[in-house]
């Protein structure tokens, strides 16, 4: 037999026809451009592109219709500096020379930054006035920040991981050389030496919103450090800040003293809503100072595997200015200690929280039934995470019925239950199936459609990290050869699953 193949024909639209022809057959100039309608130009910049009209590119810039441009997907697409490229960058200085612009050119700010690759055809094939980018510019307000300037170039910018692409070496040349040019970093990424002067030279700190630092501390890193806070402290408008160090000084002496030049820059920082911080030496001794200073309370924070003193821990718990966070990570910090103070901090966001993650933070039973009537109250919690402590059987099945009518629970992440194990770190694989076949009895009584994950190894830090995949959160596990990951679900359908 035969399979009849069904083809589907989706022919061009007469539009589609007629700006191909425009293109096709010759360049576009100004003069061409001034009766096309608005919005048919995020069109035509895509098919100059496609033809190669360089002409037509550069006449688009110097009448675009709109207060941004966004050009992230070049960036993106190509490093090197191509034809069309040059001519967008040949068409912004045509624009810069001109003292009077085309009566239709609007723009303002050219935005370089990253965007999905299908932005411009979801734009194309809305009507214009729902685009970001069409009457409303991308940031709300006055898309240009810096008035004085002519033009804003918007760019994020990475050092250190790999030399700078040719295009992003060109964009920020381009843009010292040349007078009405601001250049706004939004995003700045630095890998082990955050401190190139020279091309730091022409980026205003107070523009930055967001900084991530990567880095193992070495001889070197003492250099350096100092002049980054510096640096650092100047971010005014600074929303946030990832900030992972491997190791860090082995003398408590350098602790101590690196230490407190970060934490002393922190307090400036009065836009902060953000802070991740992974091995942060420089937190120790400094969480109740850092936390007070910061006028407005964060909705992000993330520290992890620190082991942090309990009047560190004590100033956390309490902190007043932590009654807006939306996400908590406290993943690998001992938290035995003081695990009966940890639902004073969930009180205190108990409306706001989302995300949870106290995974290996050596918690026994009753500290995870002291959180469980304040995790009860989360009511917009989407993601709890409590892999690689000790929770028996009994708590487990609490867990998940005092949980169960929590409306926006999407990902539950819980260790095997100790009765799991026939020694300590030794599953018993036979009773670990028994026990979760009882848990998706529990589940199906119920009645809710759910879906919890089960992890059995206690210490492994990367098994059970979540991430987002079409804004839906899910985990990964399996790095450690005794790390197993037991999915169970009731209710749900093979896709939802």
């Known amino acids: 037999m035969h399979r009849h193949r069904t083809w589907t024909w989706n022919p061009s639209s007469l539009q589609d026809l007629a700006r191909r022809c425009l293109l096709k057959d010759a360049e576009m100039s100004i003069t061409d451009l001034e009766d096309i309608p608005t919005e048919l130009f995020p069109y035509l910049l895509l098919d100059a592109v496609s033809f190669r009209s360089l002409k037509t590119l550069k006449g688009l810039v110097l009448t675009w219709p709109f207060p941004v441009l966004p050009l992230g997907i070049y960036i993106q697409q190509s490093n090197s500096v191509t034809a069309y490229f040059k001519a967008l960058m040949d068409g912004l200085d045509a624009l810069l020379a001109q003292k009077v612009r085309h009566r239709r050119c609007k723009l303002q700010v050219v935005d370089f930054r990253p965007i999905s690759e299908k932005f411009w055809h979801r734009w194309c094939g809305t ?17 240009r920040k810096h008035t004085s300037a002519s033009l804003e170039m918007v760019l994020d910018i990475t050092f250190g991981f790999a030399a700078l692409t040719e295009q992003i070496t060109y964009i920020l040349n381009w843009a ?43 001889s070197r890193t003492m250099g350096w450090f100092a002049p980054f806070t510096l640096i650092l402290g100047c971010m005014s408008n600074l929303q946030g800040l990832h900030f992972i160090t491997r190791h860090g000084p082995q003398e408590l002496q350098e602790q101590e003293q690196y230490g407190s030049l970060l934490a002393a820059q922190l307090p400036r920082l009065q836009r902060l809503r953000e802070l991740r911080v992974e091995c942060p030496f420089f937190l120790r001794g400094h969480v109740g100072q850092i936390l007070r200073c910061l006028t407005r309370s964060l909705e992000t924070l993330c520290i992890t595997e620190c082991p942090l003193p309990e009047p560190d821990l004590t100033d956390l718990f309490q902190c007043p200015n932590l009654t807006q966070l939306k996400e908590l990570c406290l993943r690998g910090i001992p938290l035995c200690s003081v695990g009966e103070s940890l639902p004073v901090l969930l009180e205190n966001c108990v409306s706001t929280l989302q995300d949870v993650d106290l995974g290996v933070c050596g918690l026994l039973d009753t500290h995870l039934e002291v959180l469980l009537p304040v995790l009860k109250l989360c009511s917009q919690l989407r993601v709890l995470n409590l892999r690689g402590n000790r929770m028996s059987m009994g708590t487990l099945v609490l867990m998940l019925q005092h949980l169960a009518g929590l409306p926006h629970l999407m990902l539950e992440v819980y260790p095997a239950p100790q009765e799991s194990y026939s020694a300590p770190n030794v599953l018993h694989q036979r009773t670990f199936e028994l026990l979760c076949a009882e848990l998706t009895e529990v589940l199906s009584d119920l009645g809710k459609p759910r879906k919890i994950s089960i992890i059995t190894h206690y210490s492994c830090l990367l098994c059970g990290l979540k991430f987002i995949y079409n804004s839906e959160p899910f985990i990964k596990g399996g790095y450690a050869p005794e790390c197993f990951v037991k999915h169970i679900s009731f209710g749900l359908t093979e896709m939802n699953q």
């Open 127 to 143: 009507p214009i006035q729902s685009s970001a980018y069409g009457k409303e510019p991308v940031d709300h307000g006055n898309p």
């Open 176 to 218: 010292r050389e040349r007078k009405g040019v601001h250049l706004c970093c939004k995003k700045i990424t630095f890998y082990e030496e955050p401190m190139p002067s020279l091309l730091l030279s022409g980026i205003t700190a107070a523009c930055v919103q967001e900084m991530a630092v990567f880095f193992t501390w070495t």
